[in-house]
């Protein structure tokens, strides 16, 4: 179990990275009623698959914003921006796979702790250069939509440089 109280979010790993070689990270992520707006972002190489299986699920893939139910499906493209919550009532409950897996456990399990620390809101890290070094770090599996992405090559890396040297890094 993954919690992210930032998210307002927990996740069950249904099946890993380890136990699929690498192609598949299966979760079932609980969505608490009223989550707000998460970070616009993309995968780079990452498809993800998603099924509702309980509640609702506002999502924006490439700008364009639906409400998903029970029993709906989404599909988001590698380089995809995209966003997803549950502004209901009622707590949502989403099957979500992401392939090929790569380090997504890793970052996943990192953000939740970051959470639990209070080091981390709803719209990204409150220490902009540990935010600097996680988006660094986690470059091939999470891009969020701005800063453009010439400013992220230029200035993500020279951040956690500097996040490093000061002992901010994760």
Known sequence: MIDNPAARMRLRLVQTAAETDGELLEM??????????????FHPVQDEHFEILAGTMVAEVG???????????????????????????EA????????PALRSEEFLRLVGRLAQEGRLTPKGSRNPLLGAAVMQDFRDEFRPANPPAAVQAVAFPVLSTVARIVGQRP
């Open 28 to 41: 079932e992520a609980t969505y608490e009623p009223g989550s707000v707006e998460p970070v616009a972002h």
């Open 63 to 89: 700008g364009k914003r639906r409400t998903l139910a029970a029993g709906d499906a989404l599909d988001v493209p590698a380089g995809t921006v995209h966003a997803m919550w549950n502004e209901g009532g």
């Open 92 to 99: 949502a409950r989403v099957l979500w796979q992401t392939r």
